[in-house]
């Protein structure tokens, strides 16, 4: 059985623990609203842009951008996207497991924005073509080398496609470890509420309007379609930041709460011991008086 003495030591490492994890939840709350202000932000954007392109998709003549169809090689590129830090509970975890168990293909090549994520596929004995280190809060041009570095790789025409797997924000305590094709274009679905109804989500190609094109539509594609693989990317990073911020929140709370609890269950234990010890000291006072007459 443990003394009083060793009790209050562990009542106070755990009060210094419980102040530090309370720093943190701090921290991460005030970088939570920054982060999902931002992801809230851009997201109708991304979202209106995949859809008009993806309609366009169906329309546009064979060979007409590269973007627009598969790779001739066998390959697939993924760009996982997870965090630097740890201390956000199974964040990190859970999007490595959907990727491991995801049906990628034979041929799986991988670049990482994270060290979470470069130090885990190393780990797994992966093929790593590049790490990027972002910083936070994530610049629109660092995250454009990225996006060029994809497109250069896709153009090469090794790669079938590329995907993007990160952490999608849905709110606060829901987020979604997700893995999207970024290339060739396809649907693609950022946080918000989701409809699990496809056709929803679909852009009919009749519905939209009846472009022109100037000065053609392969001039036209070719500018916009790499600024729309860089907006992705990026909007995609500002989710998983979000979510990072949002679940190590989440995660410092769940331990200050614990590191609360844990202090009543130590208070009540040393109480305890205390009265039992003055219950003895009493007992032997009494028998020693009683013992003189």
Do not use: W
């Not at 931002?38 to 951008?65: D, F, P, T």
């Not at 598969?70 to 199974?90: F, M, N, P, R």
């Not at 797994?124 to 610049?139: Q, V």
């Amino acid at each position: 059985m443990p003394s009083t003495r060793d009790i209050r030591r562990r009542i106070k490492s755990v009060k210094n623990t419980a102040q530090i994890t309370k720093a943190m939840q701090l921290v991460a709350a005030a970088k939570m609203k920054k982060a999902q202000d931002l992801a809230n932000q851009g997201r109708a954007y991304s979202e209106l842009m995949n859809r008009i392109l993806v309609a366009l998709k169906e329309s546009a003549e064979e060979g007409m951008h590269p973007f627009f169809h598969e790779g001739q090689g066998s390959k697939t590129l993924v760009l996982v996207i997870t965090t630097d830090k740890g201390l956000c509970g199974a964040l990190n975890t859970n999007l490595l497991k959907k990727v491991v168990l995801a049906d990628l293909g034979n041929e799986v090549e991988f670049v990482t924005i994270g060290r979470k994520g470069s130090q885990s596929l190393a780990r797994l004995r992966k093929t790593l073509c590049a790490d990027f280190p972002i910083k936070d809060p994530a610049k629109f041009l660092e995250v454009r080398s990225v996006g060029n570095f994809i497109q250069d790789k896709f153009l090469t025409g090794e790669y079938k496609r590329v995907l993007v797997a990160f952490n999608n924000f849905i709110n606060t305590v829901t987020l979604l470890p997700s893995i999207e094709q970024l290339l060739p274009v396809n649907p693609v679905t950022l946080g918000g509420k989701r409809n699990f109804q496809e056709k929803d989500k679909e852009v009919d190609a009749a519905t939209l309007p009846d472009y022109t094109f100037e000065p053609s539509a392969e001039q036209v594609f070719a500018t916009v379609l790499p600024q729309y693989v860089n907006g992705t990317i990026y909007q995609m990073v500002l989710e998983a930041r979000a979510s990072e911020h949002s679940s190590r929140m989440v995660a410092m709370k769940n331990a200050t709460d614990n590191a609360k609890q844990m202090l009543k269950d130590l208070s009540l234990e040393y109480n305890k011991l205390r009265q039992a010890a003055i219950t003895n000291e009493l007992l032997e006072i009494t028998t020693a008086k009683m013992a003189l007459g």
